[in-house]
């Protein structure tokens, strides 16, 4: 009996040659597979673990999306549910991706990591993986950004008593040890994990970042249904005020826990959570965090009234009959007493929520600036032959995500089958054109 995918199938034998080698499985790269697929373009697709494990292995156990399931819409698998304006869970979330690769058998070899990528003598590429070395004319980097997580390098030096987990391996309030919790950072993650810890009546401590916080709903439909409306998700980051910098912001915070609502830090703290600013370092026992607070609250608040003037322009601009709304009233301030030091010793868990580095040392190509970030307009990189898909604003807003990912892998396909038929890159030169242009305002 052949062996079987991680959905099911068979797999699909290793090849020593194959024209294109797209590395990754998750919804990036089974998105790219579906679109050579539909070329006829004989292709294979690398998976260090199984289809959709990121989903199912490095999130917490409530883990939910914040975009609605009607924005889930991978090529030739939109949402089927019954349930297009709730939030699908971690679960679901993985019977979605799963579901996907059965739905057209494409070719992924799961559990084949690839620990190395050279340019081939010849031309083309080679690939040194765990099933052994393949060569490829073409090869597609579908891994996303999120290699490895952060953790301060003093972070060895708190108490031995002190448990200390990253986002990618907190999975509920029960695993952690008894105990009041630090959880550090405000981006999604940090603000959610805040929220599941609070919830479950333990004591939390939240060292709070400069993370954008967003409304969930506003005048009668939920904000990413505004913004869709709006064109934000379609926009080009060559539009965006901050141009290309957008590609370092932070994800707006909210959740779609419970059918989706607001994440209110100032609430948490009216409630019992203990809020502090950036934490900055450690000294003996003692944490010390900036004095910040205030400011990076109100920050947040800004962002989110913005976000809210750009509708209510856009209801006006367009005539739409929507309900008025009130805007949002501080509920909780911090006073000039707020704390910046926390004692080490009164904590059991630090709950580290500052995000992730990439990692891209195994690939041994000029395709990549000081940062490490690829060099690439719209997923095309510097070095002919080479792509990447799945990160985050590669193009909109919605590359990195299930609404736009398709749409990013549907534009290399068509770049991969030209090169392939020897077509000259003008697409790629008009697009060169148009990332010179300066970047245009929008809301944010």
């Given at each position: 009996?052949?062996?079987?995918?991680?959905?099911?199938?068979?797999?699909?034998p290793?090849?020593?040659?194959?024209?294109?080698?797209?590395?990754?499985?998750?919804?990036?790269?089974?998105?790219?597979?579906?679109?050579?697929?539909?070329?006829?373009?004989?292709?294979?697709?690398?998976?260090?673990?199984?289809?959709?494990?990121?989903?199912?292995?490095?999130?917490w156990?409530?883990?939910?999306?914040?975009?609605p399931?009607?924005?889930?819409?991978?090529?030739?698998?939109?949402?089927?549910?019954?349930?297009p304006?709730?939030?699908?869970?971690?679960?679901?979330?993985?019977?979605?991706?799963?579901?996907?690769?059965?739905?057209?058998?494409?070719?992924?070899?799961?559990?084949?990591?690839?620990?190395?990528?050279?340019?081939?003598?010849?031309g083309?590429?080679?690939?040194?993986?765990?099933?052994?070395?393949?060569?490829?004319?073409?090869?597609?980097?579908?891994?996303?950004?999120?290699?490895r997580?952060?953790?301060?390098g003093?972070?060895?030096?708190?108490?031995?008593?002190?448990?200390?987990?990253?986002?990618?391996?907190?999975?509920?309030?029960?695993?952690?040890?008894?105990?009041?919790?630090?959880?550090?950072?405000t981006?999604?993650?940090?603000?959610?994990?805040?929220?599941?810890?609070?919830?479950?009546?333990?004591?939390?401590?939240?060292?709070?970042?400069?993370?954008?916080?967003?409304?969930?709903?506003?005048?009668?439909?939920?904000?990413?249904?505004?913004?869709?409306?709006?064109?934000?998700?379609?926009?080009?980051?060559?539009?965006?005020?901050d141009?290309?910098?957008?590609?370092?912001?932070?994800?707006?915070?909210?959740t779609?826990?419970?059918?989706?609502?607001?994440?209110?830090?100032?609430?948490?703290?009216?409630d019992?959570?203990?809020?502090?600013?950036?934490?900055?370092?450690?000294?003996?026992?003692?944490?010390?965090?900036?004095?910040?607070?205030?400011?990076?609250?109100?920050?947040?608040?800004?962002?989110?009234?913005?976000?809210?003037?750009?509708?209510?322009?856009?209801?006006?601009?367009?005539?739409?009959?929507?309900?008025?709304?009130?805007?949002?009233?501080?509920?909780?301030?911090?006073?000039?007493?707020?704390?910046?030091?926390?004692?080490?010793s009164?904590?059991?868990?630090?709950?580290?929520?500052?995000?992730?580095?990439?990692?891209?040392?195994?690939?041994?190509?000029?395709?990549?600036?000081?940062?490490?970030?690829?060099?690439?307009?719209?997923?095309?990189?510097?070095?002919?032959?080479?792509?990447?898909?799945?990160?985050?604003?590669?193009?909109?807003?919605?590359?990195?995500?299930?609404?736009?990912?398709?749409?990013?892998?549907?534009?290399?396909?068509?770049?991969?089958?030209?090169?392939?038929a020897?077509?000259?890159?003008?697409?790629?030169?008009?697009?060169?054109?148009?990332?010179?242009?300066?970047?245009?305002?929008?809301?944010?």
């Amino acid at each position: 009996m052949s062996e079987r995918t991680s959905w099911g199938t068979a797999r699909v034998p290793f090849p020593s040659s194959v024209p294109v080698a797209v590395v990754g499985g998750g919804q990036a790269g089974l998105s790219m597979s579906w679109h050579l697929r539909r070329r006829g373009i004989e292709h294979v697709v690398l998976e260090r673990d199984t289809v959709a494990h990121e989903w199912s292995d490095a999130r917490w156990d409530t883990f939910c999306l914040v975009t609605p399931n009607w924005q889930c819409r991978l090529p030739g698998w939109p949402y089927r549910g019954d349930d297009p304006d709730g939030f699908m869970v971690r679960d679901e979330i993985v019977a979605y991706v799963r579901g996907y690769a059965a739905s057209f058998d494409p070719p992924v070899l799961e559990r084949t990591a690839v620990e190395r990528l050279d340019a081939a003598p010849g031309g083309g590429f080679t690939l040194t993986t765990t099933a052994g070395p393949l060569t490829a004319e073409h090869v597609v980097l579908a891994t996303g950004g999120y290699h490895r997580p952060v953790v301060p390098g003093w972070a060895s030096q708190l108490p031995g008593h002190v448990v200390q987990v990253h986002s990618a391996e907190y999975r509920s309030p029960d695993r952690l040890p008894d105990g009041e919790v630090l959880v550090v950072g405000t981006g999604q993650s940090g603000a959610q994990i805040a929220e599941d810890l609070h919830l479950a009546g333990r004591r939390v401590h939240l060292a709070v970042g400069r993370a954008p916080r967003v409304a969930r709903s506003y005048r009668g439909r939920d904000v990413v249904a505004w913004l869709s409306d709006m064109g934000h998700y379609d926009m080009p980051v060559t539009e965006h005020r901050d141009g290309e910098a957008a590609r370092l912001g932070t994800n707006h915070y909210v959740t779609g826990r419970d059918g989706g609502r607001d994440i209110d830090l100032r609430a948490f703290a009216r409630d019992g959570m203990r809020l502090y600013g950036v934490l900055r370092e450690l000294s003996g026992a003692t944490l010390t965090f900036a004095d910040d607070l205030a400011a990076n609250l109100d920050s947040a608040d800004r962002v989110n009234q913005d976000v809210l003037d750009a509708v209510d322009r856009f209801i006006a601009a367009e005539g739409i009959d929507a309900p008025e709304e009130a805007r949002y009233t501080p509920v909780w301030a911090p006073g000039p007493d707020a704390p910046t030091t926390l004692d080490a010793s009164r904590i059991a868990a630090v709950v580290w929520c500052i995000g992730f580095t990439s990692d891209w040392s195994w690939v041994r190509l000029p395709a990549f600036d000081g940062r490490g970030y690829p060099t690439h307009v719209r997923g095309v990189t510097s070095v002919p032959g080479l792509s990447v898909l799945g990160l985050p604003w590669l193009h909109t807003w919605g590359s990195g995500r299930f609404s736009g990912v398709g749409r990013d892998a549907e534009h290399l396909a068509d770049h991969v089958a030209a090169r392939l038929a020897g077509a000259p890159r003008a697409g790629l030169d008009r697009e060169l054109a148009l990332a010179a242009a300066g970047p245009a305002p929008t809301v944010g």
